[in-house]
């Protein structure tokens, strides 16, 4: 990985926690909230730079050493008492965990979940019969998704209110094919790219 690659990482997970910081108080204080993230490493790194201005206790993330389901305990038990309080979850975690009611309120998508892919796997989506691999990929990323919206719509009466800071998701053909699933599911949208600065030179799309 290159100095640049790693700055770049850096300032991601400074963004992702400036744009949670920034509206804390507002917002995100009075709820408990699901932060999805790409991998082991984004979820400790993005751990770290909110333990900067939220207090650890209220932190929890998915690590490879540890059981999910024993992690998902441990911060169910503080959900289910306080308000305020993070999970922080992998790939992994748009399908291994159920948060009812109260557990979780929000969910922060960091990124739109593409999955990693490797040349055989691109060969087979090309020998599919009549599905380019780009048709295929972005289906398996909506099903991804939908499984990621419901981590916290478990009942009828569960309501979310879900971010997705990731620009790819303002892409026009995309965007109609999220709006469609949303319209489904008969969940309230807004697709709107908004600019703010909450720190420094702090700069970062917003969808919500």
Not at 68 to 74: A, G, I, P, R
Not at 90 to 104: A, K, V
Not at 143 to 163: I, M, P, V, Y
């Amino acid at each position: 990985q290159s100095n640049n690659d790693f700055d770049l990482k850096r300032q991601w997970t400074k963004n992702i926690a400036a744009f949670y910081n920034y509206y804390a108080s507002a917002f995100f204080n009075n709820y408990n909230t699901l932060i999805l993230v790409g991998s082991y490493d984004d979820a400790e790194n993005l751990s770290k730079e909110l333990s900067k201005v939220i207090d650890p206790d209220r932190i929890f993330y998915e690590q490879r050493d540890e059981s999910l389901s024993v992690l998902v305990n441990k911060y169910s038990q503080k959900a289910l008492k306080t308000r305020g309080n993070i999970f922080i979850g992998t790939l992994t975690s748009y399908t291994g965990i159920n948060f009812y009611g109260d557990l979780c309120h929000s969910i922060i998508m960091t990124k739109l979940p593409f999955a990693p892919f490797s040349k055989l796997e691109v060969s087979r989506y090309k020998d599919a019969a009549g599905i380019s691999f780009r048709d295929s990929y972005e289906r398996e990323m909506i099903l991804t998704f939908r499984q990621g919206l419901g981590r916290a719509n478990r009942s009828e009466t569960d309501k979310t209110a879900l971010f997705i800071l990731d620009k790819k998701a303002l892409d026009k053909k995309r965007r109609n094919i999220l709006k469609g699933f949303l319209e489904e599911m008969g969940v309230e949208y807004s697709f709107e790219e908004q600019f703010i600065k909450p720190v420094g030179d702090y700069k970062k799309e917003l969808v919500a």
